[in-house]
């Protein structure tokens, strides 16, 4: 036995995707400023797979994360203030 969490339990974020690595979130993950600028939560879960309603492709390389709009599916954005901190926000590209 042992007292450390399985490796296949563990909850990765969207902030803790390592560069040039894929993975599925949740499409309301995202965020849209008044000003059209886009962010996403990067407190929010990723999947290696598509799982459940975790559909959106998503990208990082660098401090940005890219998400493949055809990924999407018919969900649309509202727009918001400007990210809270807890949330962690990364700047998002779409691709």
């Known amino acids: 036995m042992s007292d450390f969490l399985p ?5 990765i974020t969207v ?18 400023e008044e000003s059209g600028l886009s962010w996403i939560r990067g407190d929010y879960s990723v999947f290696p797979s598509p799982k459940g309603d975790a559909t959106l492709r998503i990208r990082r390389q ?11 599916g018919d969900y649309r954005y509202e727009i918001r ?3 809270m901190e807890e949330w962690k ?6 691709e």
């Open 81 to 83: 203030d400007k990210p």
């Open 89 to 94: 926000p990364l700047p998002l590209k779409w």
């Open 7 to 11: 490796e296949e339990l563990e909850q």
């Open 15 to 32: 902030s803790g995707l390592q560069e040039g690595e894929t993975s599925y979130t949740v499409p309301w993950a995202i965020f849209v």
């Open 62 to 72: 660098g401090r940005e994360i890219f998400a493949a709009k055809e990924t999407v």
